[in-house]
């Protein structure tokens, strides 16, 4: 019988619905349960492309005398983390706090009252390693709760307490300037890994906020070594198996330093952020390797992600069903696992090859060609044998009809193999920055339907998630918008994909609402020191108003707050939301110089507000104009940090940029104005180039 999760627009809570605990979603009803029944109430926090999450689900939550257990003593909640992120990062905070570390599955035992009293993550079904099980767990926190309650109660008060003091106050410190920036630099510098790129150890995520800062610094300063950990972090990770080498896009990360096995999730977040990286390099240096990795990371998004009513999925599962070889096929006298070919959820089942696997589908020839290419081994590189598809260097030429012809039929083979499951949940803020990079990516490539795509996404956010106040709902499924508020990350990102999409198409209807949200910034997400908060001030009251400057898996806030505010005070020339801007990014002058990895989208910021930003107009007798439009990509594709650009007819009031901007001997014209100081305008694109520093022609 499903259980009070049933009606959920999660896909991580409908996973749920069917198992023996009751579990409630987190709602005021559930803690008043527990505070009707005297019991404690178990928190677990997860999402739906967590392998761990669901390794707990079917050894604990699926299993009988275990849900009896919990469902007698305990009053369960489930929540997911990335419908509410805010209740996730409060209690994450106490975890980490307690136990030195966090993740996911998180496991968390609170009084009716919310206070947090016992921590964990994932926990085993049996003791193992020296984890207790999950069962000694329950028993433990039960004893405590009935035999030790004024204990329970003393650390949960400390435990909030604690929290309370770690309010952050950064509002009335100055931005960053030139010695914190270089201070970054040289912090990155020394934590980065110059045999394989990236930075720091195992595991090892893609640092794309960190690199966007890198060219950022380069194309400001001209600073070589920032291109070069950029550059060579870029093409390790893309001839890494963390990137699919047959459909594009990227993992969540490498298990090992070397970019080879990857956690093979595929995140909205991270594959939006790359493109635009990747984008970004090929304007910086012309790579082939990066606009391929562009391009095809942005028609994965598009064919993969992309759902039925325009928006964007969260996320494809590491985990899919095994295939089983012909030769283990009941049918074929072996030991299959399951009749039909079809055996367990395996992570990563969807994605590797074994010597023998490329050659049923290619031949003996063909196959020797894709294992050296691919660097297939016959002991493999995952487990069972089978390898993660890369691109190792090698020497030699490949003919590139014949590698073509190979990873076409191997995507094609790859493809009649069960797929991984897709959390369909479109979230706000991952498709405000899908929206950016698509934008960008199809205005850099001349791929229309790219800046297409990016347009319905952000349609179906003005239809869906924005309400009559331009309040923003977290996330929607299957077109119904869900009952969770917009955080700041919500608005900032989304204010950042608007910001871009009015830069590349010229209509100034997205400023506008970039506007609207970054309003709502201002005066409910900001304190009147100008310290930002991931909730509103309106938002529900937990156990303390989260609040965390650094940049993790996405930019934070705080950090993407400062990038959009800043954009638009330069389209607008707005006092207010440029003095916000520069007072948010105090905390990076804080933290830059000490943490540079855990800040770089505040970093990208900072370099923005030294160079200026920017602002470039670009007017027209007609848009279609093959000169106004060749000014305007160029325009787009100028490597100055942060630099805005405005697009249309002349005595159009679209953009506030363009007003007085009148056409040069009749032709279009672009006019480049920094810190209140404007070029002669320029009908030549090559002076045009010039000022917004160089970008490739190919």
Not at 3 to 32: G, M
Not at 572 to 577: D, Y
Not at 663 to 669: D, H, I, M, R, T
């Amino acid at each position: 019988m499903p259980n009070r999760l049933a009606q959920a627009t999660s896909p991580y809570l409908l996973q749920h619905a069917e198992n023996p605990v009751d579990w409630w979603p987190w709602e005021a009803e559930a803690f008043e349960e527990a505070r009707r029944r005297g019991v404690p109430v178990l928190l677990s926090v997860g999402y739906s492309a967590c392998h761990w999450c669901h390794v707990m689900a079917h050894e604990s939550f699926e299993d009988g005398p275990t849900a009896e257990y919990l469902n007698s003593h305990f009053v369960s909640v489930k929540v997911d983390r990335e419908e509410r992120p805010d209740i996730d990062a409060v209690y994450m905070e106490a975890v980490q706090a307690a136990t030195g570390q966090g993740g996911w599955p998180m496991t968390v035992f609170l009084t009716p009252d919310a206070e947090p009293f016992y921590f964990g993550t994932y926990f085993p079904p049996e003791p193992r390693h020296g984890m207790p099980s999950f069962r000694q767990v329950l028993q433990g926190v039960q004893q405590a709760w009935a035999e030790r309650r004024g204990e329970v109660d003393e650390v949960a008060g400390k435990i909030v307490r604690d929290l309370a003091g770690r309010e952050i106050s950064y509002g009335d410190a100055e931005a960053p300037g030139e010695e914190q920036l270089g201070q970054a630099l040289l912090g990155l510098t020394r934590e980065y890994d110059a045999e394989r790129g990236g930075f720091g150890g195992a595991p090892k995520f893609p640092p794309s906020m960190a690199i966007e800062f890198l060219l950022r610094h380069h194309a400001r300063t001209g600073a070589e070594g920032a291109l070069q950990m950029a550059a060579d972090t870029c093409e390790r990770m893309a001839r890494g198996g963390i990137y699919d080498q047959l459909g594009g896009g990227f993992a969540r990360y490498s298990v090992d330093r070397e970019w080879v096995v990857p956690h093979f999730e595929k995140m909205l977040y991270d594959n939006a952020l790359l493109c635009r990286v990747y984008a970004h390099l090929w304007r910086a240096t012309g790579s082939d390797l990066a606009r391929r990795v562009a391009l095809e990371t942005a028609d994965f998004m598009v064919r993969e992600l992309r759902t039925a009513e325009g928006g964007f999925a969260s996320a494809l599962d590491a985990d899919s069903e095994e295939e089983v070889s012909r030769e283990a096929r009941p049918d074929k006298g072996g030991g299959g696992r399951r009749e039909g070919g079809i055996g367990r959820h395996v992570e990563g089942a969807y994605y590797v090859w074994t010597p023998a696997q490329l050659t049923e589908v290619l031949g003996a020839e063909d196959a020797e060609l894709a294992a050296q290419y691919f660097g297939v081994t016959e002991e493999g590189t995952f487990e069972h044998g089978a390898s993660v598809l890369q691109l190792p260097q090698q020497e030699g030429v490949f003919d590139a009809a014949r590698v073509a012809s190979v990873r076409e039929r191997l995507l094609a083979a790859r493809d009649g193999r069960p797929a991984p499951g897709r959390d369909d949940k479109v979230v706000a803020a991952w498709n405000g920055l899908a929206i950016a990079a698509l934008a960008e990516t199809g205005a850099y490539f001349e791929r229309p339907d790219l800046v297409e795509a990016a347009v319905a996404a952000a349609d179906l956010l003005v239809r869906l998630h924005l309400d009559e106040q331009v309040r923003l709902t977290r996330t929607s499924k299957d077109g119904r918008a869900g009952a969770n508020a917009g955080v700041l990350e919500d608005y900032a990102d989304v204010a950042e994909g608007f910001l871009a999409l009015a830069s590349v198409t010229g209509e100034g209807v997205w400023l506008d609402f970039a506007g609207f949200l970054l309003d709502h910034v201002l005066t409910r997400f900001t304190d009147e020191s100008g310290s930002l908060y991931d909730t509103a001030a309106d938002a529900e009251q937990l156990i303390r108003r989260p609040q965390d400057p650094t940049d993790n898996a996405t930019p934070s806030g705080w950090s993407a707050a400062a990038g959009a505010l800043l954009s638009y005070a330069a389209h607008t020339g707005s006092e207010p939301h440029r003095t916000a801007a520069e007072r948010a990014l105090g905390v990076v002058k804080a933290l830059g110089p000490r943490v540079p990895r855990f800040i770089g989208w505040g970093l990208a910021a900072a370099e923005a507000l030294l160079d200026g930003p920017r602002e470039v107009a670009v007017v027209a007798a007609e848009p279609a104009d093959p000169a106004a439009r060749g000014l305007h990509r160029t325009a787009l594709l100028g490597t100055a940090p942060g630099a805005v650009v405005a697009f249309g007819t002349e005595g159009s009031d679209e953009f506030p940029l363009l007003a007085d901007r009148p056409l040069v001997g009749g032709a279009p014209a672009a006019y480049v104005c920094r810190n209140f100081t404007c070029d002669a305008p320029t009908t030549d694109p090559e002076r045009l180039r010039d000022a917004l520093g160089a970008t490739p022609t190919g």
